[in-house]
Structures are given as C-alpha cells and as structure tokens.
C-alpha cells in the first residue's frame, strides 16, 4: 500500500435514520433558513415526496424527471427555478431526480438536501451528468455536491427487490471501481472495502426478507460508503464503459452496471492483486471474481446487457466512444480488441471468466 498520496474529503451533512426523514427534513429546511423551495421528484415518487416533505412549505413542486437527464429536460428545470426564485432545492427519488437537482445547482448555485429512495450514491458525490444528442457528458463540480443527504431506509421498502438488486450492484460497481480509479487512495479503498461488505450484506437480507428494514439500512450505509469511496478516487473503466451505454443507447442505469461490473471484474483483477484480495475478503470468498459471482447468482442479478435494449450492431460504436475515455491509469491496457470481447460478452451474458482478451 502506498501511503504517499493527496485526499480531498467532501464536506456534507448526513442524517441517517429510518422512518425519520420528514423530520429530519423539516429541521433542515429551517436550519437553511430557505423561504422559497423547489421539490424534485418523479410522478411514481409523488405521494411519497408529499409525505416526506409534509413539515415544510413548499413553492413549487416539479415531476419532470427523465433518465440520464437530457439537456431539455435541464433546462425546464432550470427555468422553473428561476422563474419562481427558488432559494432551496430538495430531490426525492433515485438517481434520475437527483441528478436533475444537480443539473439546477450547476447552472444556479443553489444548495441541495438530498433524500434519497434508492442505492444510487449520487446523493454524496459532486459528479453531474447530461445527455445530449445521444451523448453523455459528466463533469466535477462542488456546486452540485448536496449540501445535506437525509437518509431513510424506510423510503426504500417500496423498492422492488430486482430494482434493489440491480440500485445495490450499482453501488458495488462504486466501490470497485474506486479501487483503481485515477485518484485511487488508501482512505478511499478502506471506505470502499467496507461498502462492499455491507452491501453483499444488505442485499442478501433484502433478498431474503425484502419487507426488514434491517437489510436496507445495511444497504443504504453501504451505498453511502461507495458513493463518497467513488467522490474520491473518480470514475475507473466500468463507469466510462456504462456512461457510454447509457447515455448512447438509453440503457437502463443501475442495470446496465450491474450486468457489466463482473466483466470488467474480471478483466482488471489480474493486474490489480492487493484491490483483488481485499474485494475477495469484504465478498468472504478466495476471489474476487467467485464471490461477486456468488453474490449475483443468489440475487438473480442482471447478467445480459440484450434483456435491457443492446444488441451486437451497437458493440463497435460502443468500444468507439468508450475507449479514449477510459483512464489511462488503468490497472490493465485496454484495446479496442479486448473491449469488444468484455462488452460482447456482456451482451450476452457469457461467463466473465472465460474471456480470454487477446
């Protein structure tokens, strides 16, 4: 382990406690001193939304939430915002609704409270995504960072359990990802080991007893975890990889990485054998690779990038764009050959292990 390193920590608040949202949230609300405030949230997510923000006066609810978030839909909210002088955000729902908050803040400066409904973590780190024209653009900036997150597992016992699988698989992409990403550090990866762990964790609970709140405390902690371990450390080859798909061909975001992380698993762990063995151990297994296998086989997790839209004739245009955009620090190189077999075999949902990348 290098212990020669630079580590910029995010400043936020979080209020961890189930069934404790609205209040925490009203609190905040009056902690900011906010008179005009904005509710983001999706149409599915509205009642739940009122419920949640019941405590404080609200000026101007907005359901237009669109996956990826396109530049259209950006700039509807942005306008909304302006036009009614909001002085306060707040997003409730997945990472669809938060990243629209995001798009706001971006542009207006506006302060975020962050409630978050699913695994996603983009709640806790200042990354902002937009799609136009087919393509997906992201970027860093601390203005989109949520000034507080209000976590509620309770919020979560209305996720299904294939969409908590897939939410939680996306947080573990988070985690392994930031064990090679390009500011990878100790403290990152100390926080991105325990993310792991409490994320096999909590999915297996929600599996098994997906009306617990026990299980999505555990997942929602580890969500968390992954999310500031990924602030930190940056994007890695697995989210280029699936910002490209998401963003091109509009596959959906929390499957299309939970289907493609074993490959790229795979791909990178023979390069990378301390981030190898200290996955395995947070997975409690004697490789990485066997345990995420493990852990995705009893959650009958996505596995075939085709079930969600993709086909063979969208693999050369993928390993186009996502090529140049992978870090060039990298664990292992990546060709345009190699990337072709990783994502072909992701398409369909060959066994990881016996690619051979030549």
Known sequence: MNLTFEHTTLGQRVLFGSGRAAENLAAEVARFGATKVMVITSESHLSMARKVAAGIDVTLWHTDVVMHVPVETAEAARAAAGGAEIDLLICIGGGSTTGLAKAVALSTGIPIIAVPTTYAGSEATNVWGLT??????????????????????????????????ASGLNAVAHCIDSLWGPRADPINAALAVEGIRALAEGLRLIKADPSAVTGREQT??????????????????????????????????????????????????????????????ALGSDTAIEGLQLLCGELDAPNALKDYGFALEGVAEAVELALPAIPAGNPRPVSA????????GALNGADPTNLTYT
């Open 337 to 344: 050959a190699n990337l072709t077999e990783l994502l072909t």
């Open 132 to 165: 136009e024209a087919g393509r997906k653009t992201t970027g860093v900036d601390n203005r989109v960072l949520p000034a507080t997150v209000v976590y509620d597992a309770a919020l979560t016992l209305e996720l299904p359990v294939d969409m908590s699988v």
């Open 220 to 281: 929602l902690y580890g969500a968390y975890l992954a999310a500031v371990s990924f602030a930190s450390a940056g994007s890695g080859m697995h989210h280029k990889i699936c910002h490209v798909l998401g963003g091109t061909f509009n596959l959906p975001h929390a499957q299309t990485h939970a289907a493609v992380l074993p490959y790229v698993l795979a791909f990178n762990a023979p390069a990378a054998p301390e981030a190898e063995a200290r996955t395995a151990a």
